[in-house]
């Protein structure tokens, strides 16, 4: 029979196994997606597939039945002007009301704030999308005297507002993780609220915020159904705000579901995802680089 | 709105078992069909009635597009596959390959592509050549006042609205305004569902856009259309789809794998029947002629 100490060892290692197991798991997650996107596109990839028309051009005609072509240019054009303008929006609102939250309001209003900045995180993409659709549009058409109201300003500002809460809410904890002697010692030295912030603040969180900022990237690139509604879903490359884009994720999402099984248009939207993987990896492995040069310096 | 038609659907869906289940019926036997987006209300309307006809029968109907349908038909997971176009000579060939069985097919009706414009756009008809100007690629037409056209406030950007690439509709009109081999011009807003087209075309002055006829509402301006510039133009009604006067209607179809079983054959009849076939018209398309019965 097992005595107590024993039976302590044994449950001991069995947890420390589980929770290994659990850390390991992310890695095998993200290994695994990979390998079966990659799966389902290499056929295509490795067989007769155009690199130079799929990256540099923009004609996008997978079913056509004379002249079939397969260029994302114009969604990638797409996908990046939508983030781009939403992190130009959310951005700036987002770290000031992540400062507003963490250093100058008080609890009630605090608590408050995080309830229902949270409860705009809470509203699904396609509610959004829905919103684009059916209140932006006319509001864009009739404000800017635009043709239409599906284009890039409306999915930027959907973006935008979908991507806020993120950048809140991380860039709030990225503060708060300041030590609060930092600021015992610059309020000390007779300093205003604002160069509290501008001078001790900001730079000590610097890692925090830009984490936060790259999740909101993250989170806009990613986005499907609402962009899908709210761009106007065109292939062209933006030339203007008001210019109808698709973006990479939306064409996935509407043509995958009917493309022919193992075919090569099936085969080429997989390689849309694994274009999409490598986005997300040299924007993580950026920010990794980044944040690691700051701390160099 | 597709995500709220679908929603509607998965909830229509998720209550028939339930409601079956109630009458206790000892025999149920289900029918499952897919397929054509365009179909999808009719087929709707077609189920909703044969229960009343024959209660130990449920339809469950659901869209996704004719590609949808036939890709579920060659599977085999579909007893009726909806089309707004005809098979594909390959997909009748993976079909047999991947099943043994050809798909079998059966006209359930006509459709008429309607194309509409913005309420407040002066238009009235439009040939055939103009379409293929405004969607085709390598067309001139990029304004209305290329065609004479004269907008209001100034919305002189003509606004093409289209379908995502593998819908039947989409192939259609394709092959009906730009024949076979030439291609749509790039920068048209493909929307994911025919309600969608009409719904964007309502709220866009400069809009133009087609779905099948029975998807235009009050909200839009339904165009004649003309076979060569100049000549008559025809409204998409009933009489001149059947006389084939309206140049673009197109029939509809249903597909089953092989004969049908005896209820799957049955519910086919019964939408050739007099009753089916008045369903077609009140969902706004066009029945089969009564002469011309199914081969």
């Not at chain 1, 114009?74 to 992540?98: D, E, K, N, R």
């Not at chain 1, 809470?122 to 043709?147: E, K, Y």
């Not at chain 1, 708060?176 to 600021?183: C, E, F, G, N």
């Not at chain 2, 009726?80 to 006209?107: L, W, Y």
């Amino acid at each position: 029979m097992m005595n107590r100490r024993q039976w302590q060892s044994v449950t001991e290692t069995a947890i420390e196994l589980l929770i290994r197991l659990c850390g390991i798991s992310a890695i095998l997650f993200v290994f695994g997606i990979f390998f079966f996107v990659f799966r389902e596109g290499a056929g295509f990839l490795f067989h007769g597939f155009n690199f130079r028309e799929f990256l540099f051009s923009s004609e996008w005609y997978p079913t056509s039945h004379s002249h079939v072509r397969y260029g994302v240019l114009a969604l990638i054009a797409g996908t990046a002007s939508v983030t781009a303008l939403a992190m130009l929006l959310a951005v700036p609102f987002g770290v000031g009301a992540a400062i507003f939250i963490s250093e100058f309001c008080g609890p009630k209003v605090r608590e408050t704030l995080k309830i229902i900045i949270e409860m705009l995180a809470a509203i699904p993409s396609v509610v959004w999308g829905f919103i684009g659709l059916t209140v932006m549009n006319p509001l864009i058409i009739r404000l800017f005297g635009a043709p239409i109201g599906l284009n890039v300003l409306n999915g930027g500002l959907i973006l935008a507002l979908m991507s806020v809460p993120i950048v809140v809410s991380i860039g709030e904890d990225a503060l708060k993780a300041v030590p609060d002697s930092y600021r015992e010692a610059a309020l000390a030295l007779g300093v205003t609220r604002w160069q509290l912030v501008y001078r001790v603040l900001l730079p000590a969180a610097k890692n925090g915020l830009l984490a936060a900022v790259l999740l909101g990237v993250g989170r806009a690139a990613g986005e499907t159904m609402a962009v899908l509604m709210a761009t106007g879903h065109a292939v062209r490359i933006p030339t203007s705000l008001m210019d109808s884009v698709r973006t990479l994720t939306a064409t996935i999402a509407a043509e995958l579901g009917e493309a022919p099984m193992h075919s090569q248009h099936y085969q080429v939207l997989f390689i849309i995802g694994i274009l999409l993987f490598l986005i997300t990896f040299v924007i993580n492995l950026t920010a990794d680089l980044v944040v690691r040069g700051v701390r160099v310096k | 709105m597709k995500p709220v038609v679908s929603l509607l659907l998965a909830a229509t869906l998720a209550w028939l078992p339930i409601g079956c289940s109630r009458s206790k019926q000892p025999e149920m036997r289900v029918i499952q069909n897919i397929g054509s987006d365009t179909m999808v209300n009719l087929a709707q309307a077609w189920a909703e009635e044969y229960v009343k006809v024959e209660p130990s029968v449920s339809v469950e109907v659901s869209g996704g597009g004719s590609g949808t349908g036939i890709a579920a038909l060659i599977n085999g997971t579909v007893d009726i596959a909806n089309c707004s176009r005809q098979v594909h000579p390959q997909e009748i060939e993976q079909a047999r390959q991947n099943t043994g069985k050809a798909p079998r097919e059966f006209m359930v009706g006509y459709d008429a592509l309607a194309v509409y414009v913005h309420k407040s756009n002066p238009m009235e008809e439009i040939a055939l050549e103009q379409l293929a100007e405004i969607y085709g690629e390598g067309g001139h037409f990029t304004k209305w006042s290329q065609m004479g056209i004269t907008m209001r406030g100034g919305a002189d950007e003509i606004i093409r609205v289209s379908r995502q690439s593998n819908s039947g509709t989409y192939e259609y009109f394709r092959e009906a305004i730009l024949g076979k081999g030439r291609d749509f011009k790039l920068g048209s807003r493909d929307m994911h569902g025919s309600k969608d087209v009409v719904e964007l075309v309502s709220r866009t002055p400069g809009a133009i856009g087609y779905s099948g006829m029975g998807y235009a509402t009050a909200e839009v301006k339904t165009l004649r259309i003309a076979s060569k510039a100049g000549g008559k133009s025809f409204a998409p009604t009933v009489e001149n789809t059947l006389d084939h006067t309206y140049p673009i209607a197109r029939p509809l179809f249903m597909y089953t794998l092989g004969e049908p079983a005896g209820h799957v054959k049955k519910y086919i009849d019964w939408i050739h029947s007099e009753a089916g076939q008045k369903i077609v018209t009140q969902s706004g398309y066009v029945p089969l002629p009564r002469t011309g019965t199914q081969p």
